[in-house]
């Protein structure tokens, strides 16, 4: 488990959260530019390159309105873990601060969010491939479901927090635990850093939210989503790798394979986008007291962005 003498971080930070879908790197572009400030990603797709409509990501337009952090920094080949984005993370926020911006922590991924505002302290245990290929074989053999049992006998509190669908998260935490003997979910000591924080969170209620996300799934497949997909395999990557096993990339590439219709892939794309939002509720809850709710339906930027003005003092 990793010690820590962090350097002492100090001034002002706010962080955007809330569901996939719901508005908040539009929200954080439009204060960024009234506060002079700038986004740092924390989501875990959009950190990959080559992966821009199924991630969502800002389009070129929006990048040049306002400086992005932490945004297509990885190839979808490479391992990057959570250790790696928090140090990252950091980096770019004690940056931003050093210029005499805001930065606006903005991101759908509660691990990464959290990791950063809470400043936990991460197992430093290297990759393991051998283990790596023989948990993927697992998976490919028997199904993830059984992957996540495995984790949920040695380590239940950090299965509670993982999405059993999301095999990359639960093979790290076998990993660590492997590795270590402890719990993954132990080896997170918190020692929050000094940034004075406000914790803005977007919500909505479930039918206007997933209505919102129907319409920008719909959407992604008019930009162009299977023709990105398509790239990525000529490129030569495969769907075995962490960044290509996400939503959407997943379902168009058992389209691709034959394995789906184009309207099955497309509707799986939405079924496991709800069931997502749903596992993001866990990682940011309603009654979470440091966190600041604003119900999108309200028009909440004018509201907001007073707060934030009495934030900063």
Known sequence: MTTTNEPKRTGHLVAIVGPTGVGKSRLAIYLARV????????????????????????????????????????????????????????????????????????????????????????????????????????????????????????????????????????????????????????????????????VIGLTTDRPTLYHLIDSRVDEMIKQGLIQEVEKLLEKGYDFHMAAMSGIGYRQIGQYIKGELTLPEAIERIKFETHRLVRHQYSWFRLNDSRIHWFDIRHQPYEEIEQLIKEFRG
Not at 35 to 61: C, W
Not at 102 to 127: D, K, N, Q, R, T
């Open 35 to 198: 506060f002079d400030g700038e986004i740092v990603n924390a989501d875990s797709r959009q950190i990959y390159r080559y992966l821009d409509i199924g991630t969502a990501k800002p389009s070129p337009e929006e990048l040049a309105l306002v400086p992005h952090h932490l945004i297509s920094i990885v190839s979808p080949n490479e391992d990057f873990s959570l250790a790696q984005y928090r140090q990252a993370a950091y980096q770019s926020l004690d940056d931003i601060q050093r210029r005499g911006k805001l930065p606006l922590l903005v991101g759908g991924s509660g691990m990464y969010v959290w990791a950063v505002l809470e400043g936990w302290s991460i197992p430093a245990v290297p990759p393991d491939p051998e283990l790596r290929r023989n948990l993927r074989e697992k998976v490919d053999n028997v199904g993830a479901e059984a992957l996540y049992q495995e984790l949920l006998a040695v380590d239940p509190a950090a299965a509670k927090r993982i999405d059993r669908r999301n095999i990359r998260r639960v093979s790290r935490a076998l990993e660590v635990y492997r590795a270590t003997g402890v719990p993954f979910s132990q080896c997170q000591n918190k020692q929050p850093p000094d940034f004075r924080t406000l």
